[in-house]
């Protein structure tokens, strides 16, 4: 499992955006090796290829967005997350709108979708982003911290003050099939006394109990309830290996959380890229078995969702 990877074939997913409240059609390409995840707008005459990386990142209010503008694409969090999820380095996206199609605000769609699209080998191997010093970073009271550690380690912490969230600490160490079974599920969520706030902004137009958890003063109004007791950490989870992930490589290193958001997720990946004495690029041939095998893939494991 050194090799990198990219989908077997074209696959396109269709739904609304959580923002825009818009139908948007979204086409996945397989991609050369060392191509990376990229984004291009079908609805805009001549649009540029924007590359997804840490510092092509143009917004951060409630979603990450590559590129800024009208010709941004936004939300990709949830997309980018189930990629590295499955190890796939490389993939040519195509969007005819401006936002990632929400789903169910998790990244249970797309880890359907690419599963049962497949995933093809490339003959490239992987490289890894070692953190060899630790990084730092503090944004009021939200901090975030990378530092050594041989395998991707995530300890997320967040403090709610809701009866049902509370303060919520998950520990996560990433391997292709951890992040399948305790991850890619956990929704997006949100407070209804929020939600005219959000709307106000032009944020949410497309949110509803299908693509959100959402909490009143007291319990949670999904019908359905939770699909984890802690979901809201689980979701946080998702979100940071998103956002992280756009350090382009697979990551060797502890990442620690508090209160943290897109916002703060990508400057802690500038922050590192700036620092060359904290990091290295490696082969996975150099690296220890342990590491590189979190990506094995569990293709005799049938996710449940
Ligand atoms: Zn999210």
């Given at each position: 499992?050194?090799?990198?990877?990219?989908?077997?074939?074209?696959?396109?997913?269709?739904?609304?955006?959580?923002?825009?409240?818009?139908?948007?059609?979204?086409?996945?390409?397989?991609?050369?090796?060392?191509?990376?995840?990229?984004?291009?707008?079908?609805?805009?005459?001549?649009?540029?290829?924007?590359?997804?990386?840490?510092?092509?990142?143009?917004?951060?209010?409630?979603?990450?967005?590559?590129?800024?503008?009208?010709?941004?694409?936004?939300?990709?969090?949830?997309?980018l997350?189930?990629?590295y999820?499955?190890?796939?380095?490389?993939?040519?996206?195509?969007?005819?709108?401006?936002?990632?199609?929400?789903?169910?605000?998790?990244?249970?769609?797309?880890?359907?979708?690419?599963?049962?699209?497949?995933?093809?080998?490339?003959?490239?191997?992987?490289?890894?982003?070692?953190?060899?010093?630790?990084?730092?970073?503090?944004?009021?009271?939200?901090?975030?911290?990378?530092?050594?550690?041989?395998?991707?380690?995530?300890?997320?912490?967040?403090?709610?003050?809701?009866?049902?969230?509370?303060?919520?600490?998950?520990?996560?160490?990433?391997?292709?099939?951890?992040?399948?079974?305790?991850?890619?599920?956990?929704?997006?969520?949100?407070?209804?006394?929020?939600?005219?706030?959000?709307?106000?902004?032009?944020?949410?137009?497309?949110?509803?109990?299908?693509?959100?958890?959402?909490?009143?003063?007291?319990?949670?109004?999904?019908?359905?309830?939770?699909?984890?007791?802690?979901?809201?950490?689980?979701?946080?989870?998702?979100?940071?290996i998103g956002?992280i992930s756009l350090?382009?490589?697979?990551?060797?290193?502890?990442?620690?959380?508090?209160?943290?958001?897109?916002?703060?997720?990508?400057?802690?990946?500038?922050?590192?890229?700036?620092?060359?004495?904290?990091?290295?690029?490696?082969?996975?041939?150099?690296?220890?078995?342990?590491?590189?095998?979190?990506?094995?893939?569990?293709?005799?494991?049938?996710?449940?969702?």
């Amino acid at each position: 499992m050194l090799n990198q990877r990219t989908i077997a074939k074209t696959v396109t997913i269709t739904g609304i955006g959580i923002h825009s409240g818009e139908k948007v059609s979204m086409t996945l390409h397989p991609a050369q090796a060392d191509s990376g995840i990229s984004f291009k707008r079908t609805d805009i005459k001549d649009s540029e290829i924007l590359k997804a990386t840490a510092t092509t990142v143009g917004a951060t209010e409630n979603n990450t967005a590559i590129g800024s503008g009208a010709g941004a694409v936004h939300t990709v969090e949830h997309l980018l997350s189930v990629l590295y999820g499955f190890g796939i380095n490389n993939c040519f996206i195509e969007i005819d709108g401006p936002e990632v199609p929400t789903m169910d605000g998790s990244g249970a769609s797309f880890l359907y979708v690419i599963k049962e699209t497949g995933i093809q080998q490339l003959h490239k191997t992987k490289k890894f982003l070692v953190v060899t010093k630790p990084v730092e970073v503090k944004v009021g009271e939200k901090w975030a911290r990378i530092e050594p550690c041989e395998k991707l380690i995530i300890d997320s912490t967040i403090v709610f003050k809701h009866p049902i969230i509370k303060t919520q600490r998950k520990e996560f160490e990433f391997t292709c099939e951890n992040y399948i079974n305790e991850i890619g599920r956990a929704r997006t969520f949100g407070f209804l006394r929020d939600v005219d706030m959000l709307k106000r902004k032009g944020l949410i137009k497309g949110g509803s109990l299908d693509n959100a958890v959402v909490l009143d003063d007291f319990k949670v109004m999904n019908p359905d309830g939770l699909r984890f007791n802690d979901e809201f950490v689980r979701h946080k989870i998702l979100d940071t290996i998103g956002d992280i992930s756009l350090l382009g490589y697979e990551i060797a290193g502890k990442i620690t959380t508090y209160m943290s958001g897109h916002h703060v997720h990508n400057v802690l990946c500038r922050k590192l890229l700036e620092t060359p004495d904290a990091y290295e690029i490696v082969s996975a041939t150099t690296l220890e078995k342990e590491a590189v095998q979190a990506f094995d893939l569990p293709m005799a494991l049938a996710p449940s969702f």
